[in-house]
C-alpha cells in the first residue's frame, strides 16, 4: 500500500512539475530543417558529444544580429545623405518668428 502510495504521489509530482514549466516557459521553440549532405551528416554522427542543434541556433542568431547591425548602418547611412546644410547665414529662427508673425 505504501509503494502504490509513494508511485502515486511521484507521479502528481512529476505532473505538477510539467506544468509549472510548462506554463512559466521565458519562450516557444519554433521547428527548422536542416539539409546537410551524407559525408557532413556522418561526420556529425561521429561529434556525438555535440548539441548540433544548439551549433545550429547559435549561428542563426549570430547572422541575425549581424543582418539587423548592417540594417541599421545602412539607415544611418541613409539618414546622413538626407541632412540637408543651410546656407551659411540662415537662421530657422528667424524663418520661424516670420512665419508666425514675429517679425516683420
Known amino acids: 500500500m505504501k509503494s502504490k502510495f509513494l508511485a502515486l504521489h511521484h507521479r502528481i509530482y512529476v505532473v505538477s512539475l510539467y506544468t509549472v514549466l510548462l506554463k512559466h516557459s521565458v519562450r516557444s521553440?519554433?521547428?527548422?530543417?536542416?539539409?546537410?549532405?551524407?559525408?557532413?551528416k556522418k561526420k556529425m554522427e561521429r561529434l556525438k558529444h555535440i548539441n548540433w542543434s544548439e551549433v545550429v541556433s547559435e549561428v542563426i542568431i549570430?547572422?541575425?544580429?549581424?543582418?539587423?547591425?548592417?540594417?541599421?548602418?545602412?539607415?544611418?547611412?541613409?539618414n546622413e545623405r538626407n541632412v540637408i546644410v543651410p546656407d551659411e547665414g540662415y537662421s530657422s529662427v528667424e524663418v520661424?518668428?516670420?512665419?508666425?508673425?514675429?517679425i516683420e
Open 96 to 102: 520661424i518668428r516670420k512665419r508666425r508673425g514675429h
Open 62 to 78: 549570430k547572422v541575425l544580429k549581424q543582418e539587423e547591425e548592417r540594417n541599421l548602418a545602412r539607415a544611418l547611412l541613409l
Open 29 to 40: 521553440m519554433g521547428l527548422i530543417t536542416v539539409r546537410i549532405d551524407d559525408e557532413t
